[in-house]
Nanobody
Framework: QVQLVESGGGSVQAGGSLRLSCAAS????????LGWFRQAPGKEREFVAA????????YYADSVKGRFTISRDNAKNSVYLQMNSLKPEDTAVYYC?????????????????WGQGTQVTVSS
């Protein structure tokens, strides 16, 4: 079983950047595909980005494509989300998630393990 802890959230003005980190412990990190999801107040949790276990294929929601970049460092048991050109509509709690032996999915229910979330607030 893996535990996930996000960090790096905060408040930023529109057009700014943030880098989220997610540190994993308790499992073999390379066995997990990883994803980032977000949830804004009153809305469903939605897919943001994912990265596969092996060939490091990446997947993005259309709303963030070209602005966000997901990456992983298996030596540090960490996954990252670099967010550039932030918009007010990116405001949400961002969650890191892990999918054991997965290939990288946009489907929320594919992920067995979740972090506690980190708040990102973008002001106009």
């Amino acid at each position: 079983q893996v535990q996930l802890v996000e960090s790096g959230g905060g408040s930023v003005q529109a057009g700014g950047s943030l880098r989220l980190s997610c540190a994993a412990s308790g499992g073999t990190f390379s066995n997990y595909a990883l994803g980032w999801f977000r949830q804004a107040p009153g809305k469903e949790r939605e897919f943001v980005a994912a990265i596969s276990r092996s060939d490091l294929s990446t997947y993005y929601a259309d709303s963030v494509k070209g602005r966000f970049t997901i990456s992983r460092d298996n030596a540090k048991n960490s996954v990252y989300l670099q967010m550039n050109s932030l918009k007010p509509e990116d405001t949400a709690v961002y969650y890191c998630a892990a999918d054991f032996m997965g290939g990288g999915s946009y489907v929320r229910h594919a992920y067995e393990y979740w972090g506690q979330g980190t708040q990102v607030t973008v002001s106009s």
